[in-house]
């Protein structure tokens, strides 16, 4: 019994130690979690499933909205990006391929796939309204990205799927096999990215994330209370069970709140940065204009966009 018995504290220790994980920092918030699974292994099963799904799915064909979509996520991105670059998280850069489409669909929702891979439902366009309303919810979906709330789920599901597996994995002396088992658990995890379920802490955390995205990238967060209150009316009140995955709409509402002084912290250093770019531009045009009086007609200066 005695080299049983080493066997599986050997193999428990080990265990333990690997589903510790490597420590990860979530940007906005500071929150530290740990991953057992890598960014190549997620990105991996997240490109194909999109892939997938994209090939099944239809397109909208309303130009207008698509441009609209797309116009708002990259402006997002662009922001979010600046603001990891800043802050100390560069590296994570090369995760992300960030891609927005609007597809033909009348559910009230949208997604976003590990790496940036951004659906949109046209049902939910009549409960946004706005453009920025609309940023609200693509902040909220890139904060999923950016949080890696994807590889932190599957990571509790692998490290409960090794733990189950235990006993069996001891007695057949299979504990040693690192890489398959880690295929092998993510296989059996089976985890749709389209309809992941994330714990409503990892909700809470995207519409906090979100909340400061939109504002950084020049939206006014305050309108995010509007969006939420239509999406109450919408959905009938919304889920305020213990079970669910979502907070409900009145805790997302009051949360906002109390976050959206840090967000408009964002929003004011957005609009101070576009106003002195646009006041850069038009001193520019200005000079520029006033060398060529003699020759030519006043160029006139180009209003910052953000």
């Known amino acids: 019994m005695k080299p049983i018995k080493s066997l599986f504290i050997t193999a428990l220790t080990a265990l333990v130690l690997a589903s510790c994980g490597t420590a990860s920092k979530v940007p906005v918030t500071g929150r530290t979690h740990r991953l057992s699974v890598s960014d190549e292994q997620v990105l991996s099963l997240s490109n194909s499933q999109y892939k997938e799904y994209m090939a099944s799915a239809k397109k909208s064909t309303d130009a207008a909205n698509t441009a609209l979509v797309q116009r708002v996520g990259q402006r997002l991105a662009t922001a979010v990006e600046t603001y990891l670059r800043d802050n100390g998280f560069a590296n994570e850069l090369q995760y992300f391929n960030w891609e927005f489409n609007l597809v033909k669909d009348n559910s009230v929702n949208a997604f976003c796939m590990p790496g940036g891979k951004i659906v949109v439902y046209e049902g939910l366009l009549p409960v946004t309204q706005d453009e920025a309303s609309l940023a609200i919810v693509l902040g909220h979906e890139i904060a999923h990205a950016v949080a890696k709330h994807s590889a932190e789920q599957m990571s509790k599901k692998y490290n409960q799927s090794q733990f189950t597996q235990l006993g069996g994995a001891v007695l057949s002396s299979a504990v040693g096999s690192g890489a398959a088992q880690v295929a092998t658990a993510m296989a059996s995890i089976g985890l749709q990215f389209a309809n992941a379920h994330y714990s409503r802490e990892n909700e809470s955390e995207a519409d906090h994330m979100g909340l400061v995205f939109a504002a950084m990238a020049g939206y006014d967060p305050a309108v995010a209370i509007s969006f939420w209150q239509r999406m109450s009316a919408a959905s ?71």
């Open 236 to 306: 009938g009140g919304g889920s305020s069970s213990y079970l669910s995955s979502h907070p409900s709409d009145a805790k997302r509402i009051t949360d906002i709140q109390k976050w959206l002084p840090e967000a408009q912290q964002y929003y004011a250093a957005s609009k101070g940065a576009g106003q002195a770019t646009s006041n850069t531009s038009t001193k520019s045009s200005a000079k520029s204009s006033t060398k060529k009086t003699n020759t030519s007609k006043a160029t006139t200066s180009k209003k910052f966009t953000f």
